[in-house]
């Protein structure tokens, strides 16, 4: 028996968290994507790592050819949001937590959300971004959606159900 089904997401746009935003501030324009205002570095890095995990799970879906691996790809998913926030229902600037203290992120490391004194968004639904780190349900939300009825999965859903309604009509001729 065991797994024959694993969905293996990929790495968020590390780039565009208010966390890592708040740590790597620079007054360096440069630095950041004119479009979403993230990080271009550590977006690089996410997407390097991302890479090397498709790369690692291609090989794993070749040596095991009976299990199903499938990649979510989060990081595109995400940065679509970030990308254009009002399109998707969020507010003009996504980048900002909903729940957090301060600073242009709306993040600080010693006042973190659920701390005394920190302040939570009154619509939550309007951001992307919850706590610096984790995103609010809203976008999570519309990433499950893009990843099970949309672009976002590596194959798709789509085709995994096709092969197993072909697999079991198969499996009843016989």
């Not at 089904?5 to 007054?27: E, H, I, R, W």
């Not at 995103?135 to 672009?151: R, S």
């Amino acid at each position: 028996m065991g797994g024959r089904t694993f969905l293996v997401p990929g790495n968020f746009p590390l780039g565009c968290s208010a966390t890592y935003l708040t740590l790597y501030q620079t007054s360096n324009k440069e630095e950041y994507d004119p479009l979403t205002g993230c990080l271009t570095w550590l977006n690089d890095f996410s997407e390097y790592y991302n890479e090397k995990l498709q790369a690692e799970l291609n090989r794993l879906s070749k040596l095991y050819p009976h299990v199903n691996i499938i990649y979510g790809d989060y990081f595109n998913a995400l940065l679509r949001l970030y990308q254009e926030p009002s399109k998707f229902g969020f507010m003009d600037r996504p980048l900002p937590a909903c729940c957090g203290l301060g600073g242009p992120y709306n993040f600080t490391l010693s006042k973190k959300c659920g701390s005394v004194g920190v302040k939570y968004c009154s619509d939550p639904s309007k951001y992307v971004n919850w706590d610096g780190v984790h995103m609010t349900e809203a976008a999570y939300k519309w990433i499950a959606d893009g990843l099970l009825k949309g672009p976002y999965t590596i194959p798709s859903f789509h085709w995994l159900c096709l092969g197993s309604k072909i697999k079991s009509k198969e499996s009843l001729d016989t």
